[in-house]
């Protein structure tokens, strides 16, 4: 599983460099509107492939709420707080949701409760991210606000996976909330973005790497991981999204990378290290 989790890390981690490429052929939400439609449709052909049948009306209402959670509302919400406050900001605090998710399973799931070496762990992991991603706390306190509701808007959808979904066939429920999430991505777009795409083998390869690589494959992924592993021990190592972003966007795109960036890449390894270590068994 631990294998699992880092290929996930590298494939999300590497598509911040694929939309860093793809904002200059579209609006940032139209983007993310053509992205999730794809990874939608070639979801869509999983399902009628392997004849998996429609969810019941008890669990689509659980689908359609993490679709608006962690589909519409989350990437709605980045979107707006890059435009007032940096992106290493941003990334920080969408990535704090490994701290909203392991407090909520804390008190909602059992045998997911909070110890010492956890709360070390995670502390440690934030705290990495703030030296690696260059923070410079500044802004609108709105915009921040808003960052942060991404995070917990995220963990939310997470834990509704765990408590609501376990049953569910995992192609099943990521084609639907991303269908339902979707809608709300293209319905905003229409409203408030101008509609200019420029279409190009480079675009369009943009979008196909986003919506199937790292949308549906990897929230297929994501799903698979989740349903099989603590929360706090699953969500934890999605730290290392905005860190193989910064070092990504070393090497593809040539951006600066500092001293406080590489501490940064030591806390937030370290704090994955303790967060996997705290599930140890003690000797009888």
Same mark, same amino acid.
């Given at each position: 599983?631990?294998?699992?989790?880092?290929?996930?890390?590298?494939?999300?981690?590497?598509?911040?460099?694929?939309?860093?490429?793809?904002?200059?052929?579209?609006?940032?939400?139209?983007?993310?509107?053509?992205?999730?439609?794809?990874?939608?449709?070639?979801?869509?052909?999983?399902?009628?492939?392997?004849?998996?049948?429609?969810?019941?009306?008890?669990?689509?209402?659980?689908?359609?709420?993490?679709?608006?959670?962690?589909?519409?509302?989350?990437?709605?919400?980045?979107?707006?707080?890059?435009?007032?406050?940096?992106?290493?900001?941003?990334?920080?605090?969408?990535?704090?949701?490994?701290?909203?998710?392991?407090?909520?399973?804390?008190?909602?799931?059992?045998?997911?409760?909070?110890?010492?070496?956890?709360?070390?762990?995670?502390?440690?992991?934030?705290?990495?991210?703030?030296?690696?991603?260059?923070?410079?706390?500044?802004?609108?306190?709105? $915009?921040? %606000? *808003?960052?942060?509701?991404?995070?917990?808007?995220?963990?939310? /959808?997470?834990?509704? !996976?765990? =408590?609501? @979904?376990?049953?569910?066939?995992?192609?099943?429920?990521?084609?639907?909330?991303?269908?339902?999430?979707?809608?709300?991505?293209?319905?905003?777009?229409?409203?408030?973005?101008?509609?200019?795409?420029?279409?190009?083998?480079?675009?369009?390869?943009?979008?196909?790497?986003?919506?199937?690589?790292?949308?549906?494959? $990897?929230? %297929? *992924?994501?799903?698979?991981?989740?349903?099989?592993?603590?929360? /706090?021990?699953?969500? !934890?190592? =999605?730290? @290392?999204?905005?860190?193989?972003?910064?070092?990504?966007?070393?090497?593809?795109?040539?951006?600066?990378?500092?001293?406080?960036?590489?501490?940064?890449?030591?806390?937030?390894?370290?704090?994955?290290?303790?967060?996997?270590?705290?599930?140890?068994?003690?000797?009888?």
């Amino acid at each position: 599983m631990k294998g699992l989790s880092l290929l996930l890390c590298l494939i999300w981690g590497f598509n911040f460099v694929i939309m860093k490429w793809g904002n200059g052929a579209f609006e940032p939400v139209q983007f993310a509107a053509f992205r999730f439609l794809t990874g939608t449709l070639f979801l869509f052909g999983i399902l009628i492939w392997k004849r998996v049948p429609n969810p019941d009306r008890h669990t689509m209402k659980w689908i359609i709420l993490c679709g608006i959670l962690q589909t519409t509302y989350f990437n709605i919400a980045i979107q707006i707080s890059l435009n007032y406050i940096n992106a290493g900001l941003t990334s920080v605090l969408t990535y704090s949701m490994p701290l909203f998710l392991s407090i909520m399973a804390h008190f909602m799931i059992p045998g997911e409760r909070l110890n010492t070496r956890k709360t070390i762990g995670i502390a440690t992991g934030i705290m990495g991210l703030f030296f690696a991603m260059d923070i410079h706390l500044g802004g609108n306190l709105w $915009a921040m %606000l *808003l960052g942060l509701s991404s995070a917990i808007a995220w963990a939310l /959808s997470n834990l509704i !996976i765990k =408590l609501k @979904l376990q049953h569910c066939d995992k192609t099943q429920f990521t084609t639907w909330q991303m269908a339902f999430g979707t809608l709300g991505l293209l319905l905003y777009s229409l409203l408030f973005e101008r509609w200019e795409p420029h279409f190009s083998a480079a675009s369009i390869f943009y979008i196909l790497f986003s919506g199937i690589v790292a949308s549906a494959l $990897a929230f %297929l *992924l994501w799903t698979h991981i989740l349903t099989r592993m603590e929360a /706090s021990k699953a969500s !934890i190592t =999605l730290l @290392l999204v905005p860190i193989i972003g910064v070092v990504s966007g070393w090497i593809f795109l040539h951006e600066e990378l500092k001293a406080a960036t590489l501490l940064g890449i030591f806390l937030v390894l370290a704090g994955i290290w303790i967060v996997n270590r705290s599930g140890a068994p003690k000797p009888q």
